[in-house]
């Protein structure tokens, strides 16, 4: 319909990569046999060493070692994984209390409360209008009983980055375990395991061109955690499941492509966006932090327009963005997120998830914000609450 | 180090069909977006619909309706969604007893190993010396708690096919659930859930030469089950997670490419195999039936010989062919299997499993078959087992 889509929502998934396919396609066609040890044949000591090579370059991006690092189907699994493995770990030794903060995305959020209903206590730590986490509150409610705390790197929706550091401090001092989400972080915001005493982060290879269904673990070496998808012994018997190696191949390779350079180019279009959208366009709130923020997010809400119609007006034209969560596209309940930060319903289904990615432009972000500039003028002439 | 390595590990992990990577590509580089419904961008809606004809492909496989199939991870992602799903789902409702085959591959067994850990309590039903289920010991087993009772269909290492139709019955006529593990079946072995009461069904696609990391649950309409994965709300808040949409679409395409003339010289390929070791090579048993058996495999024991020194100086002639099962690979622990068939120690470590794909052919059979001559009177000459 269109000769090219601009497409703006890299955070909820991404064009592959040539250079990733290229990366996985010998895993496909040459050496596809399943990951063997010295008991198998040369094929599959060959695939375990494309495995084992993909685990290192995770590792090293995390300064973590290769034996802390699990491939997993993705994020979600990887969650589950950290925060189920480690309260069945703890359920006797240290007792059936979890915290996470308000803000989680699903994985986490519905996890907790999915242990909520099996009799686990869960605190939900607040955080503050731009979706900061109260460290007061999170100190405050460590307990003796708590297995576990999951604070996400940075948020899915309005890109607030956490600070990893300080919570993992306090996690820390209090002798309790922390896992993170670094899902929409990872690559873009450095983590160093060796100065950040996080024990496990999960992470996804869709948000930065690589496969989808791949993901990995970090695990810090001595953590205690059971094994949650029970099988064989593959990940050395941490995760069962046949190996997806072309798609561990493939994640490696995405890692290697994100530079630096790249990350401070998805900053300036960012920067961009919201200096112009704030500059051409009245009524407009940016949800979340202006500092602590992902380098490829920007979530504004236009006032008096519905998030729904602007998505739908932006398809027809050429433009693909997300309102809300982008796993919120089954209803049209309210954000979460935004509610959690203090916006009320208005804001929320107001608002627009930009996540810029590799293939994005300057010359996107204008005609974008052009294309919006008209729609929103078109539909705030409409609207009975902006003209009462 | 070869020309071309002659692959016989089919079971294990399959190249992948170009055919199926030309399937995925506008998945990975065109239509990218995660699936959306009607409230989404265009390139949402169209990878949805890219997703939900991957999904009616598989159900028409099966004569299942689409809403009845959830793509997974692969097998171990299913079978743990089915049995712990299950079971959680009917804790209360029903008890906490299950019922599994001696033979199931890893991830039933030590799913159900695990759950005996948690409290529950598990039957482990024998088979014969074919490894066919003993009918009369499963009713005699099934009690009023049974929650479920889960039969691979085909056995990963012998490849003895199960009754499936029988043992669906009587678990409908008991009132209890059905869970089989398709892996080594799925489309050489037609199931039909219109006439076969089966409740839930794992498949894969890494058999069938489609990607790694991917498979399908299929799930009978009203079949109680609980959300194992938390998360999303993704296949219609079944099971969570970023769905892989390339992958579901090259696991369709890997379906459709199966043709039953395909699957008949499979047959003849392991056919002609046995045949020929039988007449060629002294002391030798056939693992499992000589009927009742998947189109794909031959499993032999060369006594006298270990199935890892024929492994390694076949690999060394270019030819792959596993010992035990393929995940065992970690160790040289005797396979469960020949053991549950009534096999000793000497006959499980002398098993060699061939399983033929889409990409052997008759002269592969017969290179390796002259391939194993040599080497098994090599090695006997040097046994003093044999000698003796």
Aim: hydrophobic letters at 35%; glycine letters at 8%; a negative charge.
């Amino acid at each position: 319909m269109f000769d090219k889509m601009i497409y703006l929502d890299n955070s909820a998934s991404t064009r592959l990569d040539e250079k990733v396919m290229d990366a996985m396609k010998p895993y496909y066609f040459d050496t596809y046999a399943v990951a063997t040890s010295e008991f198998g044949y040369s094929m599959g000591i060959d695939a375990k060493e494309g495995l084992e090579a993909a685990r290192g370059i995770i590792a090293t991006s995390l300064g973590a070692s290769a034996e802390e690092i699990v491939f997993t189907s993705g994020e979600t699994e990887s969650s589950n994984m950290a925060i189920k493995g480690v309260v069945a770990a703890l359920k006797k030794k240290k007792g059936e209390h979890i915290i996470v903060s308000k803000l989680e995305d699903f994985a986490v959020l519905n996890t907790a409360k999915n242990l909520e209903k099996q009799g686990y206590s869960v605190d939900y730590i607040s955080v503050d209008a731009e979706g900061i986490l109260d460290l007061e509150e999170l100190k405050s409610k460590i307990r003796d009983d708590t297995a576990l705390v999951s604070i996400q790197h940075a948020n899915q929706e309005i890109g607030t980055l956490q600070d990893l550091d300080a919570i993992a401090k306090i996690c820390k001092e209090k002798d309790v375990l922390f896992h993170t989400d670094a899902t929409h972080s990872y690559t873009r915001v450095p983590i160093d395991v060796s100065t950040t005493p996080v024990d496990l982060i999960s992470m996804s290879a869709h948000t930065i061109h690589g496969p989808r269904g791949v993901g990995a673990l970090y695990i810090r070496k001595g953590t205690p955690i059971n094994k949650w998808m029970d099988g064989g012994y593959q990940e050395t018997d941490r995760r069962a499941g046949l190996e997806n190696i072309p798609g561990a191949v493939g994640f490696a390779k995405a890692v290697e492509l994100v530079t630096e350079k790249e990350t401070e180019f998805l900053t300036s279009l960012r920067d961009y966006t919201i200096e112009r959208v704030f500059e051409e366009i009245p009524h407009v709130t940016l949800n979340g932090s202006k500092t602590q923020r992902t380098p490829q997010n920007a979530n504004i809400t236009f006032h008096y327009v519905e998030g729904e119609s602007m998505t739908l007006h932006l398809d027809m034209r050429g433009f693909a963005v997300s309102t809300g969560s982008a796993c919120f596209s089954r209803s049209l309940e309210a954000s979460h997120v935004i509610l959690g930060i203090g916006g009320d319903h208005e804001r929320a289904h107001g608002s627009i998830r930009f996540t810029f990615g590799r293939y994005n432009s300057k010359e996107d972000v204008d005609a974008v914000v052009d294309a919006i500039k008209e729609i929103v003028s078109q539909l705030r002439a409409i609207s009975p609450l902006y003209n009462k």
